[in-house]
């Protein structure tokens, strides 16, 4: 799905540099890394947000630079994404347009009830609400859900989790599971809560400085290898042991 090579992206104090790295189709991958890792600026240069110093991307086949990439990607990093002054009906149906998928107002609301149970949608009539009245709770559920809606075979979204209360991070997690079974679509999400990443991933990459510190499927990040790693994978070590303890409490 992603193929990653000679990587290297440079800001003023910070180096992005990747010498090689392979997504396949269907991967799950948890993003996690301390504050200025590189995460964002990961997840920016594979959505051809940010100029890159040299590297080559390639996404299903298709050469980076060819954008024809982006008719099968949903994607949601930040509010930026947003466009404050329009209603949440007018922004999910202008996404829609830019897949040729716009829709009526009565169609829209049709789909839409696919996604009430994960966003609560109906129940705070958000979709007449204009974005930026919105608490950032609620931002985050249109940008999670405008990335989604698409029926994308590649999801990225950045710190998805971050100002959302642990019922509707639930319901967002099982989403993508389920989305990730039906469709086999590719997922790559950043963040540093481990007790969401670590039932919906298949792989965990931890970025230090710059650089991938470590690579693993769920299957490897057993206590040897934990050990050597850092504050952030050493939280997967206790986060585990704990699931353990309690399953054997049960």
């Given at each position: 799905?992603?193929?990653?090579?000679?990587?290297?992206?440079?800001?003023?104090?910070?180096?992005l540099s990747i010498h090689k790295l392979l997504i396949s189709n269907g991967d799950v991958v948890g993003i996690v890394g301390h504050n200025g890792s590189g995460k964002s600026t990961f997840l920016r240069a594979i959505l051809d947000l940010t100029q890159l110093n040299e590297g080559e991307i390639i996404i299903d086949s298709i050469p980076h630079r060819s954008m024809g990439w982006k008719a099968f990607t949903?994607?949601?990093?930040?509010?930026?994404?947003?466009?404050?002054?329009?209603?949440?009906?007018?922004?999910?149906?202008?996404?829609?347009?830019?897949?040729?998928?716009?829709?009526?107002k009565q169609d829209l609301e049709k789909l839409l009830e696919d996604f009430d149970n994960i966003f609560d949608l109906n129940s705070t009539n958000i979709l007449n609400k204009k974005i930026r009245t919105l608490s950032k709770g609620n931002k985050e559920k249109v940008g999670i859900l405008s990335a989604l809606i698409v029926n994308p075979k590649l999801v990225i979204l950045d710190e998805p989790f971050a100002n959302l209360d642990d019922e509707v991070k639930q319901n967002i997690r099982n989403e993508l599971i389920l989305l990730n079974r039906r469709t086999g679509c590719t997922i790559l999400l950043s963040s540093n809560d481990l007790g969401v990443l670590i039932p919906l991933c298949t792989r965990i990459i931890v970025f230090e400085k710059g650089k991938i510190k470590s690579n693993l499927t769920m299957n490897e990040l057993?206590?040897?290898?934990l050990n050597l790693f850092g504050n952030?994978?050493?939280r997967i070590e206790l986060y585990?042991?704990?699931?353990?303890?309690?399953?054997?409490r049960m």
């Open positions: 799905m992603i193929k990653i090579q000679n990587l290297s992206k440079t800001y003023k104090n910070f180096r949903g994607a949601y990093l930040d509010e930026s994404f947003l466009i404050d002054y329009l209603t949440v009906y007018e922004y999910i149906n202008l996404v829609l347009g830019f897949y040729d998928k716009r829709l009526k057993d206590d040897k290898a952030i994978e050493s585990l042991n704990n699931q353990i303890n309690k399953d054997n």
